[in-house]
T-cell receptor, first 115, second 111 residues
Framework: DTAVSQTPKYLVTQMGNDKSIKCEQN?????MYWYKQDSKKFLKIMFS???????INETVPNRFSPKSPDKAHLNLHINSLELGDSAVYFCASSPALGAATTEAFFGQGTRLTVV | DAKTTQPTSMDCAEGRAANLPCNHS???????VYWYRQIHSQGPQYIIHGLKNNETNEMASLIITEDRKSSTLILPHATLRDTAVYYC????????????FGTGTSLTVIP
C-alpha cells in the first residue's frame, strides 16, 4: 500500500495548457508539501500545507495553485504551462508541523514535460 | 536553516563501508541533522536523523561530532543498490516543517 501516491506519473502537454497533479497520503499526516526538481536535479520546496492551510509559498508563480480538499490530499494545478515548468514534481507528507524529529515521506514523482 | 556542505561525488567499493561527510558549521542548538537519499528517478527516501548523539538504524549509522559542526553518514556494507544522491539537511523545527535540500553527494558503488 503506497504511503504517498501521485498521479499521473508522466505528463506531456503543450504550452499554454492547464494541468493538475494529484497527491494522496494514507499516513494520517498533518503536513503535505510540493517540491520541484529541475533538470539540474536541484530539489526545491514550492508549498507546504498544514491541516489544509497554506504555510509556505516559496516564490512560486501564481500560475501554480495548490488545493487541499482534505488533510490527506494536496493537488497541484498549473495554469498556462510554460516550457520552464518541465520538471519532476514530488509530493511529500510529514506527521506534524513544528515537530523537529519527524521525517518526510515522498511520493515517486510526476515527470512533467511541456512541449 | 543552516547551510550544509557535502562533496559532489564519491565512489565506494561494493561490500565496503561508505562514509559520507557533511559540514554544518553554523548549526544551531535546536537543529537536527537529517539524511535522505534519492535513487535515480525515485522520490527522496529518509535514512536517519539525529541531534547530538550517534544514531544507528537498519540502513545506516550517523556520527555527529561533539561540536555538532559536522557529521558522517555510514553505510556499513555498501551494495550496488546504494548508488544514489545523498542529502544532508539541517532543519529548523519551527518554520513550517519543510526540508531544504542542497546539492548532495552522488555516491557510486562500484562492483
Amino acid at each position: 500500500d503506497t504511503a504517498v501516491s501521485q498521479t499521473p506519473k508522466y505528463l506531456v502537454t503543450q504550452m499554454g495548457n492547464d494541468k493538475s497533479i494529484k497527491c494522496e497520503q494514507n499516513l494520517g499526516h498533518d503536513t503535505m508539501y510540493w517540491y520541484k526538481q529541475d533538470s539540474k536535479k536541484f530539489l526545491k520546496i514550492m508549498f507546504s500545507y498544514n491541516n489544509k492551510e497554506l504555510i509556505i509559498n516559496e516564490t512560486v508563480p501564481n500560475r501554480f495553485s495548490p488545493k487541499s480538499p482534505d488533510k490527506a490530499h494536496l493537488n497541484l494545478h498549473i495554469n498556462s504551462l510554460e516550457l520552464g515548468d518541465s520538471a519532476v514534481y514530488f509530493c511529500a507528507s510529514s506527521p506534524a508541523l513544528g515537530a523537529a524529529t519527524t521525517e518526510a515521506f515522498f511520493g515517486q514523482g510526476t515527470r512533467l514535460t511541456v512541449v | 536553516d543552516a547551510k550544509t556542505t557535502q562533496p559532489t561525488s564519491m565512489d565506494c567499493a561494493e561490500g565496503r563501508a561508505a562514509n559520507l561527510p557533511c559540514n554544518h558549521s553554523t548549526i544551531s542548538g535546536n537543529e537536527y541533522v537529517y539524511w535522505y537519499r534519492q535513487i535515480h528517478s525515485q522520490g527522496p527516501q529518509y535514512i536517519i536523523h539525529g541531534l547530538k548523539n550517534n544514531e544507528t538504524n537498519e540502513m545506516a549509522s550517523l556520527i555527529i561530532t561533539e561540536d555538532r559542526k559536522s557529521s558522517t553518514l555510514i553505510l556499513p556494507h555498501a551494495t550496488l543498490r546504494d548508488t544514489a544522491v545523498y542529502y544532508c539537511i539541517v532543519r529548523v523545527p519551527d518554520t513550517g516543517n519543510q526540508f531544504y535540500f542542497g546539492t548532495g553527494t552522488s555516491l557510486t558503488v562500484i562492483p
